[in-house]
């Protein structure tokens, strides 16, 4: 059957618009007028639609939406747009913020147990003294480093600057064969020290009046109890460290508790802080952070969730273009919908310096740095964010470099020093001067069954922190789902859409014997997204002024089994109900064989690792509860007005209703919802269509129950309801809420009874 148009609605619909939104060419659209002028009802465009199966675009055309595109990468372009006013700073502020206490695995934050640091070996060098140090930033995990002091008796606190080094290690060498053409080139000043760069930014700060500690990152040097290949080298599955029961990292189970490489070093760098701020000679008051490549990645990640430091450089990766390359620079939900430039201006208005290379960072003087100086002069401090150009050296954190960095701690730390300040040469250390594990001080113990102990460690530090997912009383519980709430609106990272937002375009209108049916387009055009929906609507002057949104596993083909009404879609119609049903992303019209996806697409990358998808892109399961969400603003919209909104999740659709009234609230009247007993926890696989990361860690699905409280909830699926979405109800002073389906029920018929109960 071709597409219809029709002029003649119900009273409870407003005027049609018509539009095209499957034509490509104006050449096209005036053939559709033309043919739907002469033609009238009988009008096809770009085929035919097969209304009788519920079809609203042509078998060929698939929704016009953004997500259909490839999958963002680590290679992308990631702009930064600069709020119009401070106060809206702000709030996109602490929402970034959140995302990467989220992302990295620190939200809430965990306990910071005892470093018991312990300090050896010092090693005297002309105007600095350089000692081993290694501490526990988690109980049997060790951090090391080598902790680099300004020479003399201490009379006076001193500034001190944290110092991750970034890929190479802080031992990296350049070697001497290199050294004449890097000093030729001006990169470097000194054949010895030059040839050890981390190393030599260490010692000139300490020369300079400041303690600065240098640690090593995963994999490097004295850090061997997760090894280089694991933490810099993750090349394939490893079925050994990714079972369900028994796992390490870059598995199911650890992405779905936010544990990751990047999320490790990151605490790692928090503590390191932690251990320079803790010295008796370290002015807490004057603490820096600098690193280069991947330290400034962590250098950049540091200044946005800590707010201790008063002085930044990250350099070498500010940037709008490639985002860092490696598994301890990428993690899930870390830069979706952002990127290192405006991760970098979460550090504002403290100040802040970089500069840019003839690398990834080389349009950061057009592309990035004006837009930071933007925010900056918005914040009344437009001289306190500085980038360097020198694009005529490679990727480095060369001599050059470092003179820039060295004026910028002298301005900001208040060192005093005269301008400019000259990099000294030294002697570099010997293997046993620089390496903190000896007979005395034996190196801890790594591989395989450390990564899976340590793992379960971070389980059990994050259930800590949330209380267990099992509050003792009602403040309790209501302190926790704030919490989890926070948490879930992250890792959904949808707001409800404002009906203005949304653009409606009804494509046919057909009569059947007991009701009227309509297909639309529905458009979120602030994100580029299109839904086909399928409205079923009682004959005119029959509606009660009610929806019910019938959110399946199959998409609006679960109204329509084999092409045919629902005996209870027919119920709800009998009763009143006007009933909506949508292929939300990846179901029915989104697939050229009408299916539904089974797994996620991933970006194009020899290294199955999940942060390098999920890192840049929302998961089906966020996009489809996005859907959801744009549904339900629709259905509250002037286009409908209705006195209650009910959804019904069935067939899979459970899950994905539960996300969604986290964030819609009561806009969503009453729910129900069938779990068909599901976790997150169940998946092995972190492709899978219904992966969604953190979803673990945030109590899964009994949580995502909870958060419904107080409104009207119907579970099927269940044993019991579940202990923390009972109390959450009883918190919520409306215990009878929620409400447990019986044993061994049909789902959708015990949904729709509930839901008829409630007229």
């Known amino acids: 059957m071709g597409l219809r148009f029709y002029t003649l609605l119900p009273d409870s619909e407003p005027s049609v618009k018509v539009s095209f939104p499957f034509v490509r060419s104006q050449t096209t659209v005036f053939a559709v007028a033309v043919c739907f002028a002469v033609c009238g009802s009988s009008a096809l465009i770009a085929g035919d639609i097969d209304i009788e199966n519920h079809r609203v675009l042509d078998a060929n055309t698939r929704p016009d939406d953004v997500r259909l595109n490839q999958p963002k990468d680590l290679n992308g372009y990631f702009p930064f747009e600069v709020p119009k006013t401070k106060e809206a700073w702000q709030q996109r502020q602490a929402e970034l913020k959140q995302r990467v206490l989220v992302a990295t695995g620190l939200f809430p934050m965990p306990e910071k147990t005892p470093l018991n640091a312990v300090i050896h070996g010092k090693v005297q060098r002309d105007g600095f003294t350089v000692e081993k140090v290694y501490f526990e930033s988690l109980p049997g995990h060790f951090v090391s480093g080598l902790l680099f002091r300004p020479e003399g008796e201490v009379t006076h606190k001193r500034p001190a600057v944290l110092s991750p080094h970034g890929h190479g290690g802080r031992q990296y060498d350049y070697g001497e064969a290199k050294m004449d053409e890097l000093i030729k080139s001006g990169a470097e000043l000194h054949r010895e020290s030059g040839r050890y760069p981390k190393l030599a930014r260490c010692a000139q700060l300490a020369r300079m009046g400041c303690v600065t500690f240098i640690f090593d990152m995963l994999g490097y040097v004295d850090s061997q109890q997760i090894s280089m290949d694991r933490a810099h080298g993750y090349a394939k599955h490893n079925a050994d460290l990714e079972s369900s029961a028994n796992y390490g990292f870059y598995g199911a189970q650890a992405e779905g508790r936010m544990h990751s490489i990047l999320g490790l070093q990151t605490w790692n760098c928090i503590r390191s802080l932690d251990f320079l701020e ?49 598994t301890c620079e990428n993690c899930s939900l870390l830069r979706i919908g952002t990127g290192n430039v405006e991760l970098a201006a979460l550090f504002a208005p403290r100040p802040q310096a970089m500069t840019a290379a003839n690398d990834w960072t080389k349009e950061m003087m057009t592309k990035g740095y004006p837009q930071l100086r933007e925010l900056y002069a918005m914040l009344d401090v437009a001289d306190d964010v500085y980038c360097e150009p020198m694009l005529h050296f490679p990727h480095n954190y060369n001599a050059v470099t470092r003179s820039v960095m060295y004026s910028w701690m002298n301005k900001y730390l208040d060192l005093g020093l005269e301008d400019p300040i000259e990099e000294l040469d030294w002697k570099p250390l010997t293997p046993e001067e620089y390496t903190v594990w000896n007979d005395k001080h034996p190196a801890p113990a790594g591989g395989d069954n450390y990564e899976r102990k340590l793992l379960r460690q971070l389980k059990e530090r994050d259930l ?43 494509v046919w209108k057909e009569p059947r014997q007991d009701y009227i049916e309509f297909g639309d387009l529905i458009t979120l055009t602030s994100k580029g997204e299109q839904l086909p929906v399928v409205s079923v609507y009682p004959k005119p002057d029959k509606w009660n002024k009610q929806v019910v949104l019938w959110v399946d596993g199959q998409g609006k083909a679960g ?74 603003a629709w259905i509250r919209g002037d286009d409908h007005e209705p006195k209650s909104l009910q959804v019904v999740g069935v067939n899979g659709g459970g899950p994905l209703v539960a996300a969604a009234r986290v964030i819609a609230g009561a806009k969503m009247d009453r729910v129900a919802i069938d779990t068909e007993g599901f976790r997150f926890e169940m998946l092995n696989d972190w492709q899978h269509v219904n992966f969604l990361p953190g979803a673990i860690k945030y109590g899964d699905l009994p949580t995502l129950l909870a958060l419904s409280a107080p409104q009207p909830l119907w579970i099927n699926g269940e044993k019991s309801i ?12 409306k215990p009878t809420a929620v409400a447990l389906a019986p044993a061994d029920v049909e789902s959708t018929t015990a949904a729709i009874d509930w839901i008829l109960k409630s007229r």
């Open 278 to 326: 803790s010295l008796a000679d370290v002015d807490p008051a004057r603490l820096a952070v600098t690193g280069g490549s991947g330290g400034g990645t962590q250098t950049i990640l540091m200044g946005a969730i800590d707010d201790r430091h008063i002085v930044g450089f990250p350099n070498g990766m500010v940037s709008t273009s490639m985002q860092g390359g490696c």
């Open 464 to 506: 800590a922190a949330l209380s267990n997912h099992s509050p003792k009383g009602d403040r309790e519980t209501q302190s926790y789902l704030a919490t989890v709430r926070s948490a879930w609106q992250t890792l959904i990272g949808r707001e409800m859409p404002r009906a203005s937002e949304i653009e409606r375009t009804k």
């Open 559 to 632: 109204m329509f089994p084999d092409g045919k009404p629902h005996a209870e879609l027919l119920r709800l119609v009998k009763a009143g109900f006007a009933v909506v049903g949508a292929d939300l992303y990846g179901q029915g019209e989104f697939t050229s064989e009408s299916d539904s996806l089974t797994e996620n697409r991933t970006v194009k990358s020899p290294r199955p690792f999940a942060g390098y998808t999920y890192g840049y892109n929302d998961t089906v399961f966020a996009r489809r509860v996005h859907d959801i969400l744009t549904v339900t």
């Open 722 to 733: 579940p202990s923390i979405t009972a109390k959450a109800y009883k918190a919520g002073g």
